[in-house]
């Protein structure tokens, strides 16, 4: 607990927390929203691709989303490192925020694993997807669902709100 004292104490959480500008909070959750928006949305594109939306939209091309989608969640989790530093207490005593970054491990862990099953070496739209293909899909836009309605909870539930 010393050391959460510690890094809420810094100055830079203090700015996070404090700094009155746009440079500061709201800049660090516009980054974080744009970041988890981005993951969560080219996730699901993908996602429904899969489950057979948009048939005319050919799956090799969609392999560079990957790429984005890596990039996404870097800014997402820099993002929210500095969200956490300015509030590590409020946010670690609360387990709604542990139940989100299971869903987002879970998540990120799924498309790891359409990228290794369903998107491998050739071409994708000449042979017949696997047929986890669509259980994956389907998995995965569960688990950004839950993930981002829990990130929304913190707001709600806990010790940020009084409610415990």
Not at 58 to 75: E, I, S, V
Not at 105 to 113: D, G, Q, R, Y
Request: some cysteine; glycine content about 8%.
């Amino acid at each position: 607990m010393d050391f959460l004292r510690q890094l809420e104490q810094s100055g830079f959480a203090t700015w996070v927390r404090e700094g009155g500008g746009l440079l500061s909070y709201p800049l660090i959750l516009f980054c974080h929203t744009i970041g988890l928006g981005t993951l969560a949305g080219v996730s699901a594109f993908v996602d429904l691709r899969l489950l057979g939306f948009a048939n005319r939209v050919p799956l090799t091309p969609l392999r560079g989303l990957f790429r984005l989608m890596w990039m996404a969640f870097a800014l997402t989790a820099a993002s929210g490192i500095c969200l956490l530093i300015a509030d590590a207490h409020t946010k670690l005593a609360s387990p709604i925020f542990y139940v989100k970054m299971v869903f987002v491990a879970l998540a990120l862990v799924n498309v790891s694993i359409i990228r290794r099953t369903v998107f491998v070496a050739g071409n994708i739209d000449e042979r017949p997807l696997p047929s986890s293909a669509r259980l994956l899909a389907l998995t995965s836009l569960i688990l950004w669902i839950a993930a981002t309605t829990a990130g929304r909870l913190m707001a709600y539930l806990g010790p940020v709100s009084g409610i415990d």
